[in-house]
């Protein structure tokens, strides 16, 4: 399996500084984007440490090689042992963004979203923190494999809204979860089998405001590469009047084995099939 | 329309549309907003509609009434205005196009926010008994075999369930030409999907072949090999 990715940041035409922070890891697989906020440097301050230290303690845990019980809290067990180091990852970045909130005076109100992808030969983890977003484009369709913890999305999931409404609701950028705002969070994690030509976008709501989820797919479609990718998608933010700083990570998943149609395949099938209607037959005929 | 999201601890609770020209608040049956909480008084807040602004006035309540922290007796409504009264929290949503005007004191609704939780957390603590909150139902996939292999109802406990012949697999299933994962079922934002990973075994979803995945709804047959199998979702019952 081969992983090819690109990540790119830019302020936008709007705010003065830029709170977002991503990392991009081809050797461990770990993708990591985040959106601070909070006034003066704060929100600079919280993504850049929401992704130094899910960065570190992730490495640590993998280097390691710690069981789930001894991430940071509780493991969960619907998930596998990456996916509980991505929690305990998520979970111990929240409670020192938090305690430097309430300790220092400058950093009071800070907080930040995260997103994270995770890609090994075996699973991919998609876990969220906030309303930014985890696309994955497969075959021609794309799909969300985070959940916008905002107070429209939680409108949406209940039926009290549509998701028409919720895109042009005032209340959209509102969030009911972050990083650095609680003592405990809670993220939302996705697993999923990889599968070749997959494509992933990690990106803020600069993107996410501006930029409609076709769109997004059409130009995943047509890129070759994520580098391309990336620049198409930030032309387009630019266009647009860039209100906010847009960050994205695009991740490619190319030559993976065991996933191509040979003849040699389509042969065996052919005969399992052949075989197994056999034995479905025996099966009737001797009860 | 100008609106009011009735909220608690972080939930929402109601949206109330300013369809009148005055919206009372208030613990009493009789009130337009109606709170049913101890905190509350029976009459204890109104909102008048003055040409294209709201005002909102204290009834005369025991424990007050509060805008972003401040305790009012009367006050003109700014878009994103948080009125604060017991422990719930009605936020002011000024939605008619050009009514919204923005104090660089006020919230830039471009900007992304978070709840105040820190406050919600100090309301809540004080609170004896959480009223009902409105969640979604949380549910989790089954899948039940009826292919006569008494393998029974398996609940998909994991976010990513492997099917196949590997003692790794969560759903273990023998069979000559069984990959060692022939398929797995993952959950996702928009609920469970199953894929083919690979093998000889062929994966079928209600009789048609799948190569790469499809989203599982109710009552879904899925075929691989000769397991023949049903998936639906349940309720779950979450401890409190």
């Known amino acids: ?51 130094e230290l899910i960065n570190k303690c992730y490495r640590k845990w993998v280097e390691e090689g710690v069981s789930a019980d001894e991430i940071y809290g509780e493991p969960d067990n619907s998930l596998t042992l990456q996916g509980n180091y991505i929690l305990g990852s998520i979970r111990f970045a929240n409670r020192v963004i938090y305690e430097m909130a309430v300790e220092n005076k400058k950093y009071h109100g800070m907080g ?161 099939d052949f075989f197994i209607g056999f034995h479905k037959i025996l099966k009737k005929l001797i009860p | 329309m100008a609106r009011l999201i009735l909220m608690f601890n972080k939930q929402v609770l109601k949206e109330y549309p300013i369809m009148k020209e005055s919206i009372t608040i208030g613990r009493n049956k009789d009130n337009i907003i109606n709170i049913d909480n101890l905190a509350v008084s029976g009459y204890h807040a109104r909102i008048d509609k003055a040409g294209s602004d709201f005002i909102l006035t204290d ?41 919204v005007e923005k104090s660089p004191e006020q919230l830039d609704m471009d900007k992304t926010m978070m709840l105040n939780t820190a406050k919600q957390k100090e309301l809540l603590s004080k609170q004896e008994q959480p009223i009902s909150t409105v969640k979604p139902v949380e549910k989790i996939g089954v899948i039940s075999f009826i292919d006569g292999s008494g393998l029974g109802e398996i609940e998909l406990t994991k976010k990513l369930t492997k099917i196949g012949k590997a003692d790794t697999s969560e759903i273990k299933l023998s069979g000559m030409l069984m990959a060692p994962t022939s398929a797995t079922i993952s959950k996702r934002p928009n609920g469970y999907t199953i894929s ?29 090999g000769a397991y023949k199998f049903q998936f639906f979702q349940k309720d779950v019952n979450t401890q409190a």
């Open chain 1, 1 to 51: 399996m081969h992983i090819v990715a690109s990540g790119i940041t830019d302020v936008g035409l709007k705010r003065e500084g830029n709170e977002d922070s991503f990392s991009s890891e081809d050797a461990l697989g770990l993708y990591v984007v985040a959106d601070g906020m909070g006034g003066h440097l704060a929100g600079e301050v919280a993504s850049r440490i929401s992704v």
């Open chain 1, 112 to 272: 930040t979203t995260v997103v994270i992808l995770l890609v090994t030969q075996d699973v991919i983890i998609a876990a969220n923190v906030g309303d930014s977003r985890i696309y994955l484009v497969r075959d021609g369709v794309i799909e969300g494999l985070s959940k916008d913890h905002t107070i429209v999305a939680e409108q949406v999931e209940m039926g009290m809204m549509t998701k028409e409404e919720a895109e042009t609701s005032p209340l959209k950028h509102i969030l009911t979860r972050n990083l650095g705002s609680a003592e405990t969070v809670e993220p939302d994690i996705f697993e999923i089998e990889p599968s070749n030509n997959d494509r992933f976008i990690l990106c803020t709501d600069g993107l996410t405001d501006l930029v409609r989820d076709e769109e997004i797919l059409a130009m995943a479609n047509n890129e070759k590469e994520p580098e391309s990718l990336c620049r198409r998608l930030i032309d387009k933010v630019l266009k647009r009047g860039a209100h906010d700083n847009t960050t994205i990570i695009s991740v490619f998943i190319m030559d993976m084995k065991g996933h191509e149609d040979g003849s040699f395949k389509k042969i065996g099938q052919f005969f399992a």
């Open chain 2, 196 to 224: 083919f990973t690979g093998g000889m075994t062929k994966l079928k979803v209600n009789n048609k072949v799948v190569k790469d995945n499809v989203q599982l709804n109710d009552f879904d047959t899925i075929e691989l």
């Open chain 2, 59 to 99: 009834l005369q309540s025991t424990n007050g009434t509060f805008i972003n922290d401040k305790k009012i007796t009367s006050h003109k409504l700014s878009h994103g205005d948080n009125i604060i009264i017991g422990k719930h929290v009605l936020l002011f949503v000024a939605t008619e196009k050009g009514k």
